[in-house]
């Protein structure tokens, strides 16, 4: 059994956002690809419009950047 993760070894799968939040994503690389800077993107708006960085304790930012 092999992990999704590690399927492939010339891909990076996994994106530093900031300090302490690190996205990883899987599917196909387009997708991937404009999914993790889109979710990166609103991440690193979220925290220059309310002055806070995002933490892992705000999971609700994550999830509503998805739906916008």
Not at 5 to 12: F, G
Request: proline share 1%.
């Amino acid at each position: 059994a092999r992990s999704i993760i590690t399927y492939k070894h010339d891909e990076d799968k996994i994106m530093k956002v900031s300090d302490k939040l690190l996205l990883a994503g899987a599917g196909p690389v387009a997708d991937r690809v404009r999914y993790s800077e889109t979710m990166a993107a609103n991440i690193k708006l979220y925290s220059l419009r309310s002055g806070v960085e995002c933490d892992t304790d705000e999971q609700h930012i994550i999830a509503g950047a998805m739906y916008d």
